[in-house]
């Protein structure tokens, strides 16, 4: 199991950055995904969430609105959106494949290096 993040950056506060995340080595198109931030000296933050057939994105409240997470099961290949992106954006972004298919259930097995995405003017 491989996952790549990429698509970070620096960019000003009320910019945009996207993300990718490219899968192989497991059946991408039947498990759900997230994409989870690290924060310097913080905790890791859930910040997206998306179904296995990508019908359902699930966000929390401090990002809902700005951010959009889509999935490309063809390509086996996660996006992350970012709009209007202020400086509690910036952190390294994971995307981060469950343990069993549900991002409910049993926490994560396998995520990438990560991505870093700086807000600051």
């Known amino acids: 199991v491989q996952l790549g993040e990429f698509g970070g950056g620096l960019v000003q506060p009320g910019g945009s950055l996207r993300l990718s995340c490219a899968a192989s080595?497991?059946?991408?198109?039947?498990?759900?995904m997230t994409w989870v931030r690290q924060a310097p000296g913080k905790g890791p933050e859930w910040v997206s969430g998306?179904?296995?057939?990508?019908?359902?994105?699930y966000y929390p409240d401090s990002v809902k609105g700005r951010f959009t997470i889509s999935r490309d099961n063809a390509k086996n290949t996660l996006y992350l959106q970012m709009n209007s992106l202020t400086p509690e954006g910036t952190g390294v972004y994971y995307c981060?494949?469950?343990?069993?298919?549900?991002?409910?259930?049993?926490?994560?097995?396998?995520w990438g290096k990560g991505t870093q995405s700086t807000v600051s003017a």
């Open positions: 080595g497991f059946t991408f198109g039947t498990y759900d």
């Open positions: 981060k494949k469950p343990r069993t298919t549900s991002m409910w259930l049993g926490g994560y097995d396998k």
């Open positions: 998306i179904t296995s057939g990508g019908v359902a994105p």
